[in-house]
Structures are given as structure tokens and as C-alpha cells.
């Protein structure tokens, strides 16, 4: 925690002056320059529990996600995503893949954002038919430019990721991938490149 002695002099916010919100400014910026210290403390969190009744932590499935994207050559902000998809379940667990997207749509190209905030509607391919829900919800993305995308991050790298025997890359691996991304200017229109869809990586062989 950042201690300072500078502090505005309002109570409400309407009485703040023009220098208070300034200093509140400058006094904000190192705290996003570590947002993305803060987003690996949260995935080392996700390490302490395992996911109930799956064999291997939310860290490790994220880990595994992130480690099967690098393999298949894919891109940095794929990685990250994949790293990141459920990162908003310790505190969304109803709605965790669009509070995933929330955390990462600033830093990421608007491809990834998509497909992570639809990935759980898309993973209910897997095992809706357990519960009697219907398996095919994703059909109403079906024109989606992002559909493709969605159903090969879940197919390659979400759905398959559970497997305590996988060698995945530890945290300390992707920390670096993390602070970078973490660290772009949020919103830049050149890392959201809104409506580009690029796809997964080509399979080998
Ligand atoms: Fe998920
Ligand atoms: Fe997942």
C-alpha cells in the first residue's frame, strides 16, 4: 500500500477543486502502473485453491491455457488472454468470463476481449447436455466475425486444459507477458484494433 502525506481536503466530491483532482491524477499513476503486479498477485491467489472438484488449481488451468496458446505460436495478447479468461471467478463466479474481459479489454485486442467475455457460453458445448441446457447457445453468435476464434479458444485451449499431468509453465514464466501488456496505454486503438479478427494460430501438421 502507497502511503502519502498529500491528501484532497473535500469530503464530497462536488466540492473538489481543479489542483485537488490534478494531485489525485498524479497520485493515481503509479497505482496503475502496477495493475499488472496486482493482476499476478490475483492468479497466485487462484493457486491456494483447488477448482472444486476439477484436479488442479485456477491457476494451473490458466497457466495450461496460456502455456497450449504459446505452443501453438500464438500471439501475445492470445496468451495473455488465455492466461487470463477466468480470472474474474474468485469474485464472479455467475458471470466470470465477462468480468474477465472488463479486466483485460483496456490492454488487449478487441478479438481476445470478445472471445474471452463469450467464452462460457461457448464452453457449454462441453457439458450443457449434463444439465439439460442446450449445448448449441454459442449458434446465436453464429455470424459473429469472432465466432471461429471463440470455438477454437475453447476447443484448444480452455476445454482441454485440465490435466494435471500437462507440462505447464509456471506463473513466473508469463509474469513478464502480463506486466507488458499491463503496462500499453489503455484504449490505444492500434492494441484494440476493434473488428480485426486475426484467428488462432494454424494447427501444425
Ligand atoms: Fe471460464
Ligand atoms: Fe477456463
Known amino acids: 500500500m502507497t502511503e502519502t502525506s498529500q491528501t484532497v481536503s473535500f469530503t464530497q466530491m462536488k466540492d473538489g477543486t481543479k489542483a485537488e483532482y490534478e494531485l489525485?491524477?498524479?497520485?493515481?499513476?503509479?497505482?496503475?502502473?502496477?495493475?499488472?503486479?496486482?493482476?499476478?498477485?490475483?492468479?497466485?491467489?487462484?493457486?491456494?485453491?483447488?477448482?472444486?472438484?476439477?484436479?488442479?488449481?485456477?491457476?494451473?488451468?490458466?497457466?495450461?491455457?496460456?502455456?497450449?496458446?504459446?505452443?501453438?505460436?500464438?500471439?501475445?495478447?492470445?496468451?495473455?488472454?488465455?492466461?487470463?479468461?477466468?480470472?474474474?471467478?474468485?469474485?464472479?463466479?455467475?458471470?466470470?468470463?465477462?468480468?474477465?474481459?472488463?479486466?483485460?479489454?483496456?490492454f488487449l485486442r478487441w478479438e481476445v476481449s470478445w472471445v474471452v467475455e463469450h467464452h462460457g457460453i461457448f464452453q457449454m458445448l462441453y457439458y450443457g447436455h449434463h444439465y439439460g441446457w442446450d449445448k448449441n447457445a454459442r449458434d446465436e453468435y453464429r455470424d459473429h466475425p469472432c465466432f471461429e476464434s471463440c470455438a477454437a479458444f475453447c476447443e484448444r485451449w480452455d476445454q482441454s486444459s485440465f490435466d494435471p499431468e500437462y507440462p505447464t509453465q509456471s506463473l513466473a514464466h508469463f509474469a513478464p507477458m502480463v506486466r507488458e501488456v499491463f503496462a500499453r496505454k489503455a484504449y490505444d486503438p492500434e492494441v484494440i484494433r476493434e473488428g480485426v479478427v486475426v484467428g488462432l494460430p494454424p494447427l501444425a501438421g
Open 24 to 106: 489525485l491524477a498524479e497520485l493515481e499513476r503509479p497505482f496503475h502502473a502496477m495493475t499488472g503486479d496486482r493482476i499476478l498477485q490475483e492468479l497466485e491467489r487462484q493457486g491456494q485453491f483447488t477448482l472444486e472438484g476439477y484436479r488442479i488449481t485456477r491457476l494451473t488451468h490458466g497457466l495450461q491455457a496460456a502455456t497450449r496458446a504459446e505452443q501453438e505460436g500464438a500471439d501475445i495478447d492470445w496468451i495473455v488472454g488465455a492466461l487470463l479468461h477466468d480470472i474474474g471467478d474468485g469474485l464472479a463466479p455467475q458471470n466470470h468470463d465477462r468480468m474477465s474481459a472488463e479486466i483485460i479489454r483496456p
